[in-house]
């Protein structure tokens, strides 16, 4: 009877609880009565009236158990509400950022300004977007990287392919990063893309980028190839080789550099959290 009067206080209230003590005090009751009278036995009456106390307090203090739960998950709906507040704020700010740096290189003349405008533009561009996939009440307030990855090239695609038939192919496994994790990774594919869609097909060739990112639990693998004019024989330090060894690092990351014959392939190595 006692899982019967836990269950009750836990589901329900402390009315509850007492109200299935005195049912099972009624029916012990019922149970060890003999016939002839209206007492139980004398050996039985301590036993009642113990069963009936512990009963009693095991209800009042299920009541306050269930109490503590209620208190928790709303505490935690609060949390994952703030959080999505929090990311709605924060890509909506960084929207701003994109229209005022969009508005500051249609003023520009200049072509290299322009291009460093528009390069700020993406990667900007690139970390609004991780918010479209951040799940905050689900996995952990992670961001789901298929369709981050999925959206991200498709925007690079429509932007940087101008009428040359260049494919932007993404193919991932079903994988949840940490935001901290996310938008680096996405930062690294929107360097590597914008690179590859710029200067792996020149003369108006056509040619295929394509993104693979596979779970190899505890790690991930990220690669990025194409089957352009191939990699520079020597790669000068700028400012995006410089953010893609930077972000490498604070990820804890290798890259690498190969001919993927015809083309260029980049392969990350990073630890999943």
């Known amino acids: 009877m006692v899982p019967a009067i836990f269950l009750a206080s836990v589901l329900f209230d402390r009315s509850s609880g007492i109200y299935a003590t005195a049912l099972s005090a009624v029916l012990l009751y019922l149970l060890v009565k003999p016939a002839e009278s209206l007492l139980p036995p004398q050996p039985y009456i301590l036993p009642l009236l113990t069963f009936v106390l512990v009963a009693s307090g095991l209800a009042i203090v299920s009541e306050g158990l269930r109490a503590a739960w209620d208190r928790a998950v709303a505490a935690e709906r609060a949390k994952d509400m703030l959080l999505q507040e929090l990311g ?20 520009k003349t200049n072509p290299e300004v322009r291009l460093a405008l ?12 991780a918010h479209d996939h951040f799940q ?22 429509d932007t940087l392919r101008d009428v040359r ?21 996405g930062l690294i594919v929107n360097e590597l893309v914008t ?26 693998t990220l690669i990025v190839e194409d089957n352009g004019i191939g990699c520079p024989p020597t790669r000068t330090e700028r400012l995006g080789s410089r953010l893609i060894r930077l972000l490498a690092q604070q990820l804890g990351a290798t890259i690498t550099w190969q001919h993927a014959e015809p083309g260029c392939r980049v392969r990350a190595m990073l630890s999943r959290v």
């Open 165 to 185: 038939p260049i494919a932007v192919n993404v193919d991932a496994d079903e994988v949840y990063l940490k935001p901290e994790q996310a938008v680096p990774v």
């Open 88 to 107: 709605h704020r924060t890509k909506n700010n960084l929207a701003m950022v994109i229209s005022v740096l969009s508005l500051q290189t249609r003023s």
């Open 195 to 220: 690179n590859a869609l710029k200067h792996a097909f020149p003369d108006d060739r056509s040619g295929m980028v394509a993104i693979t990112l596979r779970s190899t639990k505890p790690s991930l």
């Open 118 to 129: 528009e390069k700020a533009v993406l990667r900007i561009q690139a970390m609004a977007s």
């Open 136 to 157: 905050p009440f689900g996995h952990n307030g992670r961001v789901e990287m298929r369709t981050y990855l999925e959206d991200l090239c498709r925007h690079l695609g």
